[in-house]
């Protein structure tokens, strides 16, 4: 691997989101709409809207990052500006960890608004430590943007990438124990739930509102290595020849 | 020729789709000249050019690039390509395109500059590249493969769309870089273009219609029109054939 290349792909592609504004923008301030609209949602019940909001807080910017990810790497397929890199001397692991790079410090400052958003304009007070619920938000988007680029090899269109969004997001959202505890589901939804990325990005953020930090802890740990796992997938399923 | 040969191709074979492209290519492209690829789109002209540079999955034979077996890393710093598309991002400018590919072969801005300065791109060099021309994106493109000092260029339809006197000074500047001590193969599907190479290798159908010169061509079709010559040569593989 060249830390060189993966530093160029990283600056080409924060190039890129700057040249764009509207994505930009949509990418900051989608998730403070959405958290703003469910503190009004929940107006008369504020306990409801301390105990959904930490996790909503990780899960917008995650699907908002798996979107824009998978859709920026399959134009890059499209483009033929892929094929293009694979002639160069840049390895599939250094596009990887370029757009790892990027996108990481897009879901840092994306992670960061909204955590300050929801504590500063909203009123979240969780019971565990506030650094460490903007840290799992920005880990929950990091998620999103690692499972978007290992998923993005699936799509062979943008319409196919968009549609991923519904196909391999929601259930994980269903199942992930926003909508019904874990320990509450039938044996099979709950061992299913077990194995995917979500419900442990979403365990690490409901514990730290609880104040369950050695919980939160193993949660993020598990998440990580999944965002490490779906990133290793990215770069394996990038071919150097295609048909 | 008393050097080797800059690419050596024996049987390739290429399926796309469950249908052949290429059905067993052999070809040598001579060192230290302009050669020219001519054919009607479809012939195969691109899947051939991403054989040698190593990105198409191939089905059989031997691709041999400056020596080493097509896709080798070390050629990725030694062979430059450009694709048919431009394979240019949209929403960068050129400076910042070819800027980045720089990046990645550790070459320094002043090289960007001067890039963008061959092609004839500099006073475009600021404006996002989804908004010029279809030739000049591909402009765009070819100055990234002017990068460093290439010692093999495979350029696919480098002068589709530009307006004849930039196409005469692209020629020139291949011209130049094959002087530089460059191999060049160019595709193109306008005849007139064969005049300008060094070499032309006729491509139809998957299958290499002649190997030959402008001149020669002429010569031996016994037509200066070079439209009429390839209509010809085909009429006689044709018969040939049948």
Not at chain 2, 49 to 75: D, E, H, K, Y
Not at chain 2, 156 to 161: A, C, L, M
């Amino acid at each position: 691997m060249s830390r060189r290349a993966t530093i160029a792909t990283a600056r080409r592609l924060l190039d890129q989101l700057r040249r764009d504004p509207r994505t930009l923008a949509l990418i900051m301030l989608v998730p403070l709409v959405l958290l703003g609209l469910l503190k009004l949602l929940f107006q008369s019940n504020e306990a409801e809207f301390q105990h959904v909001c930490p996790p909503l807080l990780g899960i917008f910017p995650l699907i908002v990052m798996f979107l824009v990810t998978s859709v920026t790497m399959l134009r890059e397929r499209t483009s033929g500006t892929l094929e293009r890199l694979m002639t160069l001397p840049l390895s599939r692991g250094d596009l990887v960890a370029g757009y790892a790079l990027a996108f990481a410090l897009l879901a840092g400052v994306q992670g960061v608004v909204a955590s300050a958003f929801a504590v500063l304009v909203l009123g979240l007070d969780v019971q565990g430590s506030t650094v460490a619920l903007i840290g799992v938000a920005v880990l929950n988007a990091e998620l999103g943007m690692a499972c978007g680029l290992g998923l993005s090899s699936l799509a062979t269109t943008e319409f196919q990438a968009v549609q991923f969004m519904p196909a391999f997001i929601l259930p994980q959202l269903l199942l992930c124990g926003l909508f019904v505890p874990r320990d509450q589901m039938a044996a099979a939804l709950e061992a299913i739930s077990a194995v995917l990325p979500m419900t442990y990005a979403y365990e690490a953020l409901a514990d730290i509102a609880v104040g369950d930090s050695s919980g939160a802890a193993v949660a993020a740990a598990v998440t990580l290595g999944f965002c490490v796992l779906a990133l290793a997938l990215g770069a394996l399923t990038l071919r150097r020849r295609t048909d | 020729m008393s050097t080797a040969p800059a690419i050596s191709i024996r049987g390739l074979q290429v399926d796309r789709g469950g249908r052949t492209v290429l059905p067993g290519i052999d070809l040598d492209v001579a060192a230290g000249r302009v050669t020219g690829l001519i054919g009607p789109s479809g012939s195969g002209k691109s899947t051939l050019m991403r054989a040698i540079v190593g990105v198409q999955n191939v089905a059989g034979g031997t691709v041999s690039v400056l020596g080493q077996p097509a896709g080798t890393p070390s050629l990725r710093r030694r062979v430059a390509y450009t694709t048919q598309s431009g394979s240019v991002y949209d929403d960068l400018s050129a400076t910042e395109n070819v800027r980045y590919l720089a990046r990645i072969l550790a070459r320094g801005d002043d090289e960007v500059r001067r890039a963008i300065d061959l092609v004839g791109l500099s006073a475009d060099a600021d404006r996002p590249v989804g908004g010029l021309s279809g030739g000049q994106r591909h402009r765009v493109s070819l100055a990234g493969a002017l990068l460093g000092t290439p010692e093999l260029l495979i350029l696919d339809e480098p002068t589709v769309g530009l307006d004849p006197l930039l196409r005469r000074d692209l020629w020139a500047l291949f011209d130049r870089l094959r002087d530089g001590g460059a191999t060049l193969l160019v595709s193109t599907h306008v005849l007139d273009e064969a005049a300008r190479c060094d070499e032309v290798v006729l491509l139809r159908e998957g299958r290499l219609l002649a190997t030959t010169t402008a001149d020669g061509l002429r010569r031996e079709t016994g037509t200066d029109d070079l439209d009429e010559a390839f209509v010809r040569l085909i009429e006689r593989q044709d018969g040939g054939a049948a």
